[in-house]
């Protein structure tokens, strides 16, 4: 059974996509106008967000464990995201913030899922537990084709010299990729309610218009 129909946390959004598809920035430029609203805003990512999410990042994304199973990167990742849920992005939630998540659960699934080949069935039981139940009430993915974002992706890793120490996914071929792409615009299409998708080859001005069109009009603001 899937988990897709519980009713997600509204003021919980988060952004996907694949490598290069610009969520960072987007990220930044839709928290600068929340607050600008008024409204107060967490902004976090997975892998990563607390302290010892941070240094699970660097050993997911760096390149020094080749040998790092599916299953192992996919329990590392499970681990991040628990300790992200109850030390930061629960709080906030009661607290009555806006939290933007780049990324969160649906890149497990498209990563280690889709990607890896692991079995789906225990990607979400994996999701489940490791979110405990908490699921965004919106979720942008930004949508580009594979070679546009992993030349962009490449590219700012080698400009700010992080290849090695963040360029595990990105070293991955082109195939998987596709996988990943595809395993997004699936979810998007069996999630309609939850998911908006927005075509990020465009220049960054018109895709920051859309994103924040997407999130007043779900947040009313
Ligand atoms: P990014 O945050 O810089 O886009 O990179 C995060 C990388 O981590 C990206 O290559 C995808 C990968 N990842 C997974 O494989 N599974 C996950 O559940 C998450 C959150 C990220």
Redesign the pocket.
């Known amino acids: 059974m899937r988990s897709r129909a519980r009713e997600g946390f509204p003021t919980f959004i988060t952004l996907e996509g694949i490598?290069g598809s610009g969520?960072?920035t987007q990220i930044r430029n839709l928290s600068r106008e929340l607050r600008g609203l008024g409204l107060s805003v967490l902004e976090t990512?997975?892998?990563?967000g607390t302290r010892l999410g941070e240094a699970i990042?660097s050993l997911?994304?760096g390149t020094d464990f080749q040998e790092m199973t599916p299953l192992a990167?996919l329990l590392l990742?499970g681990a991040c995201?628990a300790q992200h849920v109850h030390e930061l992005i629960r709080p906030a939630l009661e607290m009555g913030k806006v939290v933007l998540c780049?990324?969160?659960?649906d890149?497990?699934l498209?990563?280690?899922g889709y990607?890896r080949g692991l079995s789906l069935e225990e990607v979400r039981k994996v999701n489940e537990i490791s979110s405990c139940g908490l699921a965004p009430g919106l979720t942008i993915l930004l949508d580009c084709p594979v070679e546009l974002g992993l030349n962009r992706s490449r590219g700012r890793l080698m400009r700010e010299g992080k290849s090695k120490s963040?360029g595990?996914?990105?070293s991955l071929d082109t195939a998987f990729h596709e996988r990943v792409r595809e395993a997004y615009l699936r979810m998007a299409r069996e999630d309609e309610r939850r998911f908006r998708v927005i075509d990020a080859s465009r220049p960054l001005e018109l895709v920051s218009e859309d994103v924040l069109n997407c999130v007043r009009q779900h947040l009313g603001v």
Not at 45 to 48: C, D, L, N, T, Y
Not at 102 to 105: E, V
């Open positions: 490598e969520k960072t990512r997975e892998p990563g990042r997911v994304l990167e990742i995201r780049d990324r969160f659960s890149a497990t498209a990563y280690q990607g963040e595990r996914f990105e």
